[in-house]
């Protein structure tokens, strides 16, 4: 559906020129790409040069719990995804270490946003703010820009707003609300303005794209990122909006998310690094995979294929994405996943501990880069003989100075599997929409 109305996109922006009215942009450079910033990277508006270790207790209770709330959302969207205004559970995809830094408006104006593969909507707090949260770096302010345009609510663009997530203003400008499920609501306008890219000294500017314009945002965390940065298959998504049609794909690339020097890159379109293993990929609002089986070691676990399956009610299944840390499994196969692992953390000398933060993980004691150096892999088999393989630093997260957990978890509803972020580290990822494949590849993402 996408890719036709990308085509309508063409037609339609002729069309608005003569009304007056602005559309997506139809007409667009090929190529765009930006740096990954780690959050704690002197380059990150997040940088505290003074902040004490980043491994305690708070901040391994807080990943656990943001990690949950990420599953809840995804669970709850998968099955009902266009019958409510509410989105997810969280505002911000909740584990994300790296932020894609971008420029909006004329004058360019920086923002930090994280990328999203579950979202479909860019946006980003605007001033002036009728009620906005605290952020670390400035706010984005629309009355000095000259290229912010807001759509009306009979723009063609506007459509593309659920009916539940959309209104008017008095003056007929089109407003995008949305709720989430702890409370947390976001709202404002839907515009269009300038995107600019700036990766290696190679700069692409791109006009007309449309974008939620939050003016009233509420968050139970403050000093949050600027706003999300879409990459699902959704109308509104900056994958449709800036690829063209034959060009609808996009790679992501970074390295350990708890070193503050690693980088990576996002490439949309033109360019985007598509190599390596090859699986299947289908997009229905999440992007799924076809996972057929789990080793650890050398020893296959042998799960049985209906763990990995979609039902005929479309749940279930195995989504990658990349705003959420852990990987979540059923309990069939996350079980021997566990079991597995528990054999060789005794090979290793590694005792069984609490979960320093109460929570229920599985935990042991150490140190994952001093204890446990030649730790088996664990390898994720997809269809088309398409190896994932995790070293240690994907199976496991440290969470105090002396304890490390799983980086797994058994889904709390045993209704799908999701691979998080943690094992994507040290891999490049290409989605390729129009010929429906995922690739990925191990890689030094500085050399992409």
């Known amino acids: 559906m996408a890719v036709a109305l990308h085509a309508l996109f063409i037609f339609i922006t002729f069309i608005s020129l003569a009304c007056g009215r602005h559309t997506i942009a139809a007409t667009n450079p090929r190529h765009f790409a930006t740096k990954l910033i780690h959050r704690n990277s002197p380059l990150s508006p997040f940088y505290k040069p ?24 995804l669970s709850a969207k998968q099955r009902n995804p266009y019958s409510t205004n509410k989105i997810r559970t969280t505002q911000f995809p909740d584990g994300t270490e790296f932020l894609a830094k971008l420029s909006i408006g004329t004058p360019p104006f920086d923002v930090y946003a994280v990328m999203d593969t579950g979202s479909d909507i860019f946006w980003i707090q605007c001033k002036p703010c009728e009620n906005c949260y605290s952020q670390i770096d400035p706010i ?4 000095k820009s000259s ?13 593309f707003l659920p009916k539940a997530r959309r209104d008017c203003d008095r003056d007929n400008k089109c407003l995008y609300h949305l709720q ?4 947390d609501t976001s709202s404002g306008y839907l515009a269009s303005e300038v995107l ?7 700069i692409s500017k791109i006009p007309d794209v449309a974008f939620g314009c939050g003016v009233r945002n509420t968050h139970k965390i403050h000093d949050h990122e600027a706003g999300t940065l879409s990459l699902g298959d959704g109308d509104l998504s900056l994958v449709n909006q800036l690829a063209r049609p034959r060009e609808r794909k996009f790679s992501y690339c970074f390295g350990n998310r708890t070193d503050p020097t690693a980088e990576g890159n996002l490439i949309i379109g033109e360019g985007s690094y598509i190599a390596g293993d090859e699986t299947p990929l289908e997009s229905d609002y999440f992007y799924y995979l076809k996972l057929i089986d789990i080793s650890v070691g050398d020893k296959r676990l042998q799960i049985p294929p209906i763990y990995f399956e979609r039902k005929p009610s479309r749940v279930g299944g195995v989504i990658i994405d990349s705003g959420t840390t852990l990987t979540y499994l059923l309990s069939g196969a996350y079980l021997p996943l566990e079991a597995g692992l528990k054999e060789l953390l005794e090979i290793f000398q590694r005792k069984l501990v609490q979960d320093p933060t109460f929570n229920k993980r ?9 204890d446990l150096a030649g730790f088996p892999m664990v390898t994720f088999h997809f269809q088309g003989d398409a190896d994932l393989v995790l070293e240690k630093w994907s199976q ?12 797994f978890y058994m889904s709390p509803d045993d209704q ?33």
């Open 196 to 202: 600019t890219f700036n990766s290696g000294g190679s």
């Open 50 to 73: 003074n902040a004490s270790s980043y491994y305690n207790d708070a901040n391994g209770d807080v990943v656990l719990k943001n990690s949950l709330s990420r599953y809840a959302y």
């Open 147 to 159: 290229t912010y345009v807001p759509f009306s609510c009979n723009s063609f663009t506007c459509s």
């Open 140 to 143: 984005y302010d629309r009355t």
């Open 416 to 448: 799908m599997n999701v691979i998080g972020n943690m094992a994507q580290q040290f891999y490049n990822f290409g989605f390729d929409l129009v010929n429906n494949v995922l690739t990925f590849e191990a890689i030094d993402c500085s050399i992409i």
């Open 180 to 183: 989430y499920d702890d409370g």
């Open 362 to 370: 599985t935990c042991f004691e150490g140190k994952i880069g001093r």
């Open 396 to 407: 496991f997260q440290q969470v105090s100075e002396e304890v490390f957990c799983l980086a």
